[in-house]
């Protein structure tokens, strides 16, 4: 399986790195908050060891973010924060398991594999279609009715965001934090700059727009009623 381990203490991330390679996993190891949700919603991978405590981003709002954008891999928690509320607070944010450090390589293990056994909630979504516009996730590829749309990454992610949630409003916050990151101004022009080429690529070449603004709140993309 391949394992993003997200943890900022190096000697633990090692320990975890080294031993889960040797069982056979392809482990990837980041410690920053924001690298965790960049790799998770640009990367597959099958489960995310998650710290709690990290810099840029903690781990529950990696979480949060990353069930928002309808990733719904499953996410261990490993962490020094074990009380009662703290692992209530984790679970409820869409944690599927909650291990306490110090811990037992062998439990970590074996909660990994039980994990693994589950079955999935759904199969992993390869093709997003929203009235004539489709989005190829693997080949990272852009269409509507037949023709081809080129986009840069941001424009692609924030598509694919808005795809994932369409006929629901998504907040200018919830863009920010899924495709840039916390450390922007929130007074920033950057969402309504990126969102104007997409529309110009998008909707102004065709008869129908699918992307709308709602004022004050944010942006939805549905088909036409």
């Given at each position: 399986?391949?394992?993003?381990?997200?943890?900022?203490?190096?000697?633990?991330?090692?320990?975890?790195?080294?031993?889960?390679?040797?069982?056979?996993?392809?482990?990837?190891?980041?410690?920053?908050?924001?690298?965790?949700?960049?790799?998770?919603?640009?990367?597959?991978?099958?489960?995310?060891?998650?710290?709690?405590?990290?810099?840029?981003?903690?781990?529950?709002?990696?979480?949060?973010?990353?069930?928002?954008?309808?990733?719904?891999?499953?996410?261990?928690?490993?962490?020094?924060?074990?009380?009662?509320?703290?692992?209530?607070?984790?679970?409820?944010?869409?944690?599927?398991?909650?291990?306490?450090?110090?811990?037992?390589?062998?439990?970590?293990?074996a909660r990994i594999a039980a994990l693994a056994?589950?079955?999935?909630?759904?199969?992993?979504?390869?093709?997003?279609?929203?009235?004539?516009?489709?989005l190829d996730l693997l080949t990272r590829t852009?269409?509507?009715?037949?023709?081809?749309?080129?986009?840069?990454?941001?424009?692609?992610?924030?598509?694919?965001?808005?795809?994932?949630?369409?006929?629901?409003?998504?907040?200018?916050?919830?863009?920010?934090?899924?495709?840039?990151?916390?450390?922007?101004?929130?007074?920033?022009?950057?969402?309504?700059?990126?969102?104007?080429?997409?529309?110009?690529?998008?909707?102004?070449?065709?008869?129908?727009?699918?992307?709308?603004?709602?004022?004050?709140?944010?942006?939805?993309?549905?088909?036409?009623?």
């Amino acid at each position: 399986m391949k394992i993003l381990v997200a943890e900022d203490d190096q000697q633990a991330a090692e320990f975890i790195r080294k031993g889960l390679s040797e069982e056979g996993h392809n482990v990837v190891v980041v410690s920053d908050g924001r690298d965790a949700l960049s790799y998770c919603l640009y990367n597959p991978c099958d489960i995310i060891v998650l710290d709690r405590m990290m810099p840029g981003m903690d781990g529950l709002s990696v979480l949060k973010a990353l069930r928002a954008a309808g990733r719904r891999m499953p996410v261990i928690f490993l962490t020094a924060m074990g009380d009662v509320d703290d692992r209530v607070e984790g679970l409820r944010a869409g944690g599927d398991d909650y291990l306490v450090k110090p811990f037992h390589f062998s439990e970590l293990t074996a909660r990994i594999a039980a994990l693994a056994r589950r079955p999935a909630a759904s199969e992993a979504t390869t093709r997003l279609r929203v009235h004539d516009l489709e989005l190829d996730l693997l080949t990272r590829t852009a269409s509507r009715g037949g023709v081809t749309i080129d986009l840069l990454a941001k424009e692609f992610a924030l598509l694919e965001i808005l795809m994932r949630n369409a006929g629901r409003i998504v907040t200018r916050t919830m863009l920010l934090e899924q495709v840039w990151d916390f450390s922007f101004d929130p007074k920033t022009s950057v969402v309504e700059t990126h969102m104007s080429r997409l529309r110009a690529k998008i909707d102004k070449p065709f008869e129908t727009p699918l992307i709308h603004t709602t004022r004050n709140s944010g942006y939805s993309l549905h088909a036409p009623r």
